[in-house]
C-alpha cells in the first residue's frame, strides 16, 4: 500500500457564518446524495505547495461529510522527483528535452507504484503529472479516475506533453483551474473547470490576534515597527524570486527602511528548490533587510499567517501560475496583493480589488512603492479582495464543484445494486 497521510477532524458546520449559506446548503445536498461513496486522493507529497494544503483540508471535510475518503502519497526516490519536475516544467512549456531515461525512469516508477494501489475505491482523483500514469499502466481497479490538473499546461513542450497523453485517456473526467490550460488535443471528454480555495478555519488562515502574530515575527527576526513586503512561495523559477528581490531593490531606493522577507518551503517533491534557495541566498548576502525563511528553520502555518497579516503588501511575482493560493491567503487577512498577472492570480484579483496586476520587475516596484505610499487606497483594496475570497474561494465553494462533478460521474453510468444511495458506508461499488 501506499503512505497514507493522517488527517485531523473537521467539522463542515463550523464553515456556517463564514462561507456563503448558498453553497453550505447544496453541499450538504449533494453529499446526502454521495454518502458511503469510498474516494481516494492520490499526490506526490503531504507538504509543501497549493495541492497538499487543499487536501489537507478538503479530504478530511469530505470524511465529515460522510464520503469514505483517503489521502495517499506515491512514493519516488530523488531521481523519479527530478524527472517529474522536468515533466511538470515542461508541461508548464519550459524548453529542454525529456530524455529516453527519464521516460523510462518515470514508467518504471509509476509500474510499482500502481501495484501498491487497492481496488478498494469508486473514484481515485490523480493530482498533477506525477501519478498521472497510473490507471494506465496499473488497471482501473474497477473506480472511475479523476485526473486533477493544477498547473498551466496551456502551452506545453510538445515532446513531454505527447509523452504523457496517451496515460491520460484511461481517465474519465478531468479537472483544471481555467479553461486556457486545457493542452492541445486533450484526450479526456468530461472537463470539469474548477478553482482551488483556502481553508479559514486551517492555523494559516485563522484570525490570528495582532498582538500574537507581532510577537511571533520578533521572535523569528523581523522589525515589526519598519515597512515590510513578503512574498511566500516554493522557491521554484515561475515564481521569480530574484524578480522580487530586484523589485524590492528598486522600492528601497525611496523607501530605506524597507524590509522584504522571502518565506519559501522546500517540498519533497521539488529537488529544483534547493538550486532556487543558493541563488537567492547568492544574491542576497550583503542586504541585510532581506530575511530569508524556510520550512526547514520551523517557519510554518503560524508564522505564514504572521507574515500575510502584518506584511503592508504581499507580493506573489508569478511569471507562470496554476492558481497562486497565496494571494487568497493573503486578501483573507486584509492584506493587499502585488502580482503577476498569471494563471489564476487574476480570477483572485478582478480589476479594483484585492491590490495591483504586473508584468514586470519595473510595474512590481512601482505598485509596492505605490501602494506603501497609498495606505488608504491599499486598505480598500485588501477589504474588497477579503470580500471577492469569502464568496468564491473558500473551501466550501471547492467541496461543492468537487461534489457536483462526482454526482455527474455517478449517475452518468446506471449504478449496481448497491450503489451510491446506501445508507452505511463504504459502498461496496458503485
Ligand atoms: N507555503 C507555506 N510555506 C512556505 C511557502 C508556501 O506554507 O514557505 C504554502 C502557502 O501558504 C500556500 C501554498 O504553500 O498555501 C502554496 O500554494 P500556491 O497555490 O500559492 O503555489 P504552489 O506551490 O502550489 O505552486
Known amino acids: 500500500m501506499l503512505d497514507l497521510v493522517d488527517l485531523g477532524k473537521r467539522s463542515f458546520s463550523a464553515y456556517r457564518g463564514i462561507a456563503p449559506d448558498e ?22 507529497t503531504p507538504y509543501g505547495g497549493g495541492v497538499s494544503e487543499l487536501l489537507r483540508s478538503g479530504v478530511a471535510l469530505l470524511n465529515d461529510l460522510g464520503l469514505v475518503t483517503d489521502w495517499q502519497i506515491i512514493r519516488g526516490d530523488q531521481e523519479f ?92 473526467a478531468a479537472i483544471f ?93 521539488d529537488p529544483e528548490g534547493w538550486d532556487v534557495y543558493r541563488q537567492i541566498r547568492d544574491a542576497t548576502a550583503d542586504d541585510n533587510r532581506i530575511h530569508i525563511f524556510t520550512n526547514l528553520v520551523g517557519v ?11 506584511s503592508d503588501v504581499v507580493i506573489q511575482k508569478s511569471i507562470r501560475e496554476g492558481f497562486g493560493l497565496v494571494v487568497s491567503e493573503a486578501l483573507w487577512k486584509g492584506t493587499p496583493v502585488v502580482a503577476g498577472r498569471a494563471g489564476g492570480i487574476p480570477l483572485q484579483m478582478p480589476e479594483g480589488v484585492g491590490g495591483l496586476l504586473v508584468d514586470s520587475v519595473e510595474q512590481c516596484a512601482e505598485a509596492v512603492l505605490h501602494l506603501l505610499q497609498h495606505p488608504q487606497e491599499a486598505h480598500y483594496l485588501g477589504e474588497q479582495g477579503r470580500e471577492h475570497v469569502r464568496r468564491h474561494f473558500l473551501m466550501p465553494r471547492v467541496l461543492l464543484d468537487f461534489l457536483r462533478l462526482l454526482d455527474d460521474l455517478a449517475h452518468a453510468k446506471p449504478l449496481e445494486p448497491r450503489g451510491l444511495a446506501c445508507t452505511t458506508p463504504p459502498c461496496a461499488s458503485l
Not at 453553497?23 to 506526490?44: K, T
Not at 484570525?207 to 521572535?219: G, H, T
Open 81 to 172: 522527483f527530478h524527472v517529474t519536475k522536468r515533466l511538470h516544467n515542461a508541461l508548464q512549456g519550459a524548453p529542454g528535452g525529456f530524455s529516453e531515461s527519464d521516460k523510462a525512469t518515470y514508467l518504471a516508477q509509476s509500474r510499482l507504484n500502481s501495484s501498491h494501489l487497492s481496488e478498494d475505491y469508486d473514484f481515485i482523483i490523480v493530482h498533477d503529472p506525477q501519478p498521472a500514469a497510473l490507471p494506465m499502466l496499473g488497471g482501473r481497479k474497477g473506480a472511475r479516475w479523476i485526473w486533477r490538473c493544477h498547473i498551466d499546461t496551456s502551452n506545453p513542450n510538445p515532446e513531454a506533453w505527447e509523452f504523457l497523453r496517451p496515460f491520460l485517456s484511461a481517465y474519465d
Open 23 to 44: 453553497q453550505m446548503d447544496e453541499v450538504l445536498s449533494l453529499a446526502e446524495r454521495l454518502r458511503g461513496a469510498r474516494c481516494l486522493q492520490l499526490n506526490a
Open 300 to 310: 510554518g502555518n503560524i508564522e505564514v499567517n504572521a507574515f500575510q497579516l502584518l
Open 177 to 269: 483551474t481555467l479553461p486556457e490550460f486545457i493542452p492541445p488535443r486533450f484526450p479526456i471528454s468530461h472537463v470539469a473547470i474548477q478553482s482551488p480555495a483556502i481553508d479559514p478555519l486551517s492555523p494559516k488562515n485563522l484570525p490570528l490576534p495582532e498582538k500574537l502574530a507581532r510577537q511571533v515575527l520578533e521572535w523569528i527576526g523581523v522589525r515589526t515597527n519598519r515597512p515590510l513586503v513578503t512574498q511566500i512561495s516554493r522557491f521554484d523559477p515561475w515564481k521569480d524570486p530574484l524578480g522580487v528581490i530586484a523589485a524590492y531593490r528598486r522600492v528601497r531606493a525611496e523607501l530605506p527602511h524597507l524590509q522584504l522577507a522571502m518565506v519559501g518551503s522546500l517540498a519533497l517533491d
